[in-house]
């Protein structure tokens, strides 16, 4: 099946510097991705969908000058957390979308820590 | 009212007992409805897909779709300990030109020896 490759695994940062995030597609073209968080013990929220040319669309709520999300090629999408404060620690997952009554492949998450 | 709701549980079962899950969804339009396996730290995995009323089996897992009382469940036969996960109910929704998957909060389950 399709292989959504996410990196890194886990990451701990220091308040006030930058994260980025790369999802890739391996086998096939991922025109749009979504990323999602999920704080612990809660649900996936998604965050915000990238579209490869385009610019990112991002759910209500979510600051896009802090998640800066950029869909550089057919096969990579990046999100990039801005000056990280602690609260911006959580699991990060993308995903790119499957047909209308397909699965969903999902990368394989990043845990950001900000200390 | 949340679009699509779960009981965190725990729900805690015996092993070898049925284990049952429920989802109850909003929009009247969802046509797609899925079920994911999630355990600590990892993303979520595929366990079942489910479009038409009525059941659906794969191996140990049923699922149940009731359209007209919006709800979806899941049902899993000779619960083992490795099936102690929190399960993800999620449903397509088609919004801003995308088919997007909106989960609901998951319902943690635990099998014991």
């Known amino acids: 099946g399709a292989v959504v490759s996410q990196h890194p695994s886990r990451v701990i940062c220091k308040s006030g510097t930058s994260v980025k995030i790369e999802c890739r597609s391996l086998d096939f073209q991922a025109t749009t991705m979504f990323w999602y968080r999920q704080f612990p013990k809660k649900s996936l929220m998604l965050m915000a969908t990238s579209n490869e040319g385009s610019k990112a669309t991002y759910e209500q709520g979510v600051e896009k000058d802090k998640f800066l999300i950029n869909h550089a090629s057919l096969t990579l999408s990046t999100l990039t957390v801005t000056s990280a404060h602690p609260e911006d620690s959580s699991f990060y997952i993308c995903s790119a979308p499957g047909h209308l009554n397909t699965e969903a492949f999902f990368g394989q998450g990043t845990r950001l820590t900000v200390v | 009212q949340k679009e699509v709701e779960q009981n965190s549980g725990p729900l805690s079962v015996p092993e070898g007992a049925i284990a049952s899950l429920n989802c109850t969804y909003s929009d009247r339009v969802s046509q797609s409805f899925f079920w994911y396996r999630q355990y600590s730290g990892k993303s979520p995995e595929l366990i079942m897909s489910?479009?038409?009323?009525g059941d659906k089996e794969d191996g140990r897992f049923t699922a149940q779709l009731n359209k007209a009382s919006q709800y979806v469940s899941l049902l899993i036969r000779d619960s083992q300990p490795s099936d102690s996960a929190t399960y993800l109910c999620?449903?397509?929704?088609?919004?801003?030109?995308?088919?997007?998957?909106?989960f609901g909060a998951g319902t943690r389950l635990a099998v014991h020896p």
């Open positions: 999620a449903v397509k929704r088609f919004s801003g030109g995308y088919n997007k998957l909106i």
């Open positions: 489910i479009y038409s009323n």
